[in-house]
């Protein structure tokens, strides 16, 4: 007999939701599109898997509730400054705070309406778009935090994974660092000066980071619309899959 007929009321399906977060130009699109179609192939999961490019946390509630896993591109929905600065803001950092929380290179509006560094913008409408990203953020289980192994990309890595951890505690993170070199001794030595970059901050606070080698054959089936290589992410989902497991 189930819960329905003993009178309980069924209990509501709550997929997993895997956020892919990275500073532009790091590959965090491509990164979402493989781990979304690595898990699809998974039969356990039948079919019930999804790609989704939004900060809408209406539109991930409803996606959540008919999948198992959505991966959320969140990168590619708003810029990583706004992200840092949503996390910020949950903490009661003030405004000027925010300037030293963004993307690597030369600072820039965010791109979600009504946010700071936005002329003619109210405070209500700033703290009201903040909310919502931080609202999107919160309901992930799950986000990797992706960079490429050079100096200011390893330096955004560290500043956003400390306001990330602010919001959502270390034990939601995964650090991926993608785009190795694939040359053997090229690799090794960026892996070695990314950790030696990354020493005492939070990005290595939850483990290991995700080591990602560069692959002309991922950028080759992307842009063709071929079945990308399942190597490129299956260490990102056998690093994933376990962290979810007491949730499926």
Not at 22 to 34: D, F
């Amino acid at each position: 007999m189930n819960a329905e007929e003993h009178g309980y009321p069924p209990k509501p399906w709550r997929g997993n939701m895997i956020g892919v977060v990275g500073a532009r130009g790091v590959g965090c699109t491509l990164l979402a599109g493989c781990l979304t179609e690595d898990l699809g192939s998974d039969a356990s999961n039948h079919g019930l898997v999804t790609y989704c490019a939004t900060a809408d946390a209406t539109s991930l509630d409803r996606l959540k509730a008919s999948h198992r896993f959505v991966v959320a591109d969140i990168g590619s929905a708003t810029t990583s400054a706004a992200i840092s600065a949503a996390s910020a803001a949950s903490t009661a950092m003030t405004a000027s705070a925010f300037s030293t929380l963004g993307t690597p290179g030369t600072p820039r509006a965010f791109s979600t309406p009504g946010t700071p560094g936005t002329p003619g913008t109210s405070s209500t409408s700033s703290t009201s778009a903040l909310a919502e990203i931080a609202a999107t953020l919160s309901r992930c289980d799950l986000i990797a935090l992706v960079a490429t192994p050079d100096t200011e990309s390893l330096r955004w890595l560290a500043r956003t994974g400390e306001a990330l951890t602010s919001l959502l505690g270390v034990e939601r993170l995964i650090t991926v660092i993608n785009r190795l070199p694939r040359s053997s001794r090229q690799r090794l030595a960026a892996v070695a000066a990314s950790m030696r970059q990354l020493t005492g901050s939070v990005a290595l606070a939850s483990g290991a980071p995700v080591l990602i080698t560069e692959s002309k054959a991922v950028e080759h089936a992307a842009r063709y619309g071929q079945a990308v290589p399942a190597t490129l992410t299956q260490c990102l989902s056998d690093e994933i899959r376990p962290r979810l497991e007491w949730h499926l």
